[in-house]
């Protein structure tokens, strides 16, 4: 079936320092989305990519979609102490299809 | 703001036991979700629940599960004959046809 592999499971930084996650897809995919949830808490949206190489930014957060549609990238520049979570990416085959999430990878900052 | 509720926040169950756990997804949603996280593991997608009936579900979610939409508002998943390894947290989600889906704060189950 089809899998959502996510890299790095964790990442410690320093307040101030860049943090980047990487999403991969076996197979391709319709859209990718990006959820972030704060420990013990419920996983909140972030984003939706759809089109091929699309880039799009909140803030200190740049999200990319590959070429391909089966990889994805979420960079945060200047990490804070509130960014501290554990950030998803999910994956649809095609539309209106289940969200397949990846394992997630967990950031801690210290200040 | 608008959100999904569920209830209860934390259920203990005897093993073998039914549970039922009840989610009040947001008025004007037209599409709901089950989906389960280990502790400490991966969100996984159970079932997608549109025009009261299903309409997608994963390998999880067998014949132990069923859900409901009993009268417009609730939207439950039911457990039967629960085991050790159902112990999770079980989030409830709802969205309007567009990407965002918002999720519940879930209800941890404890099987024992």
């Known amino acids: 079936g089809q899998q959502v592999m996510q890299i790095p499971q964790y990442q410690h930084v320093q307040e101030g320092e860049d943090f980047t996650t990487y999403c991969n897809s076996s197979?391709?995919?319709?859209?990718i989305q990006w959820y972030k949830q704060r420990p013990g808490g419920h996983p909140v949206f972030l984003i939706q990519l759809v089109k091929s190489g699309e880039v799009k930014k909140q803030k200190r957060l740049t999200f990319q979609f590959g070429e391909a549609k089966k990889n994805s990238s979420l960079h945060i520049t200047a990490t804070q102490t509130t960014d501290v979570g554990t950030y998803f990416c999910?994956?649809?085959?095609?539309?209106?299809?289940?969200?397949?999430f990846g394992k997630g990878t967990t950031l801690s900052v210290s200040s | 703001e608008p959100e999904v509720t569920q209830t209860p926040s934390h259920q203990v169950t005897q093993m073998g036991q039914e549970v039922i756990l009840r989610c009040v997804p947001i008025?004007?949603?037209?599409?709901f979700y089950w989906y389960r996280q280990i502790l400490g593991q991966k969100v996984e997608f159970l079932v997608s629940f549109y025009n009261n009936e299903i309409s997608e579900k994963s390998e999880i979610f067998d014949d132990q599960f069923s859900v409901e939409r009993p009268d417009g508002s609730n939207f439950t998943l039911k457990i039967r004959s629960t085991k050790l390894e159902d112990s999770a947290m079980y989030f409830c989600?709802?969205?309007?046809?567009?990407?965002?889906?918002?999720f519940g704060q879930g209800t941890r189950l404890t099987v024992v």
């Open positions: 008025s004007n949603h037209l599409y």
């Open positions: 999910a994956g649809r085959r095609q539309a209106g299809t289940a969200l397949i």
């Open positions: 197979t391709t995919l319709s859209n």
């Open positions: 989600a709802s969205s309007k046809g567009r990407p965002e889906a918002f």
